[in-house]
């Protein structure tokens, strides 16, 4: 696991070593397709999150199989595009990921982590609960994203102490 650069920007989002194409669209295109026609994020989006975020990447071979983002905001920090490999989820990679975000926000002195998931997404709120989270409210969607379905954000959330 290693801290990103602006340089990994283009693999984590549309080139790839990696086994199924850029992590973060092939994570998103598999479990959102039902929702969004777009691609989850262009190299443009990252290159600004680099400025307030941190990615945390898994590799293996040199390929990235897997991030997430991570953005320190003081007593509280964020965790965001939690994305694994198509060909290498359920094998505990994405727990794994989530478990270094929250050591390095507490490690960097946040108390707490937030976190949103789309309201459609059913499976989401039980593999964030299993891992601490609890809801803590609720969002409106993206605005200008067109989603195939109504839907809105839930926010989550869990103390690192
Ligand atoms: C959500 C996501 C990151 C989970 O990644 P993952 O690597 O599959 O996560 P894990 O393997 O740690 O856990 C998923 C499930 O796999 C199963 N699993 C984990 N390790 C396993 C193993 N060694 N053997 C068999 N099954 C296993 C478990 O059922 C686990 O769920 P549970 O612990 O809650 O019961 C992944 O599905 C993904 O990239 N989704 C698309 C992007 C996305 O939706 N991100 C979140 C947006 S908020």
């Known amino acids: 696991m290693i801290e990103t650069s602006v340089?990994?920007?283009?693999?984590?989002?549309?080139?790839s070593r990696g086994r199924s194409g850029a992590v973060i669209n092939a994570a998103f295109r598999k479990a959102e397709s039902f929702l969004m026609?777009?691609?989850?994020i262009d190299v443009p989006t990252v290159r600004g999150l680099f400025r307030s975020s941190t990615f945390l990447l898994?590799?293996?071979?040199?390929a990235v199989i897997g991030c997430v983002q991570v953005?320190?905001?003081g007593e509280r920090s964020y965790l965001g595009l939690l994305s694994v490999d198509p060909g290498c989820q359920k094998a505990g990679l994405g727990s794994?990921?989530?478990?270094?975000?929250?050591q390095y926000c507490a490690k960097a002195g946040s108390r707490f982590m937030d976190l949103r998931i789309v309201n459609v997404r059913k499976e989401l709120p039980d593999f964030y609960r299993r891992r601490g989270y609890v809801i803590t409210g609720t969002?409106?969607?993206?605005p200008g994203l067109n989603p195939k379905l109504p839907c809105h954000f839930v926010n989550m959330s869990k103390p690192l102490t």
């Open 37 to 40: 026609d777009r691609e989850r």
């Open 96 to 102: 794994k990921l989530m478990t270094a975000a929250e």
């Open 71 to 73: 953005e320190l905001r």
């Open 139 to 142: 969002a409106p969607f993206t």
């Open 58 to 62: 898994a590799e293996e071979d040199g």
């Open 7 to 15: 340089a990994l920007a283009e693999e984590i989002c549309v080139h």
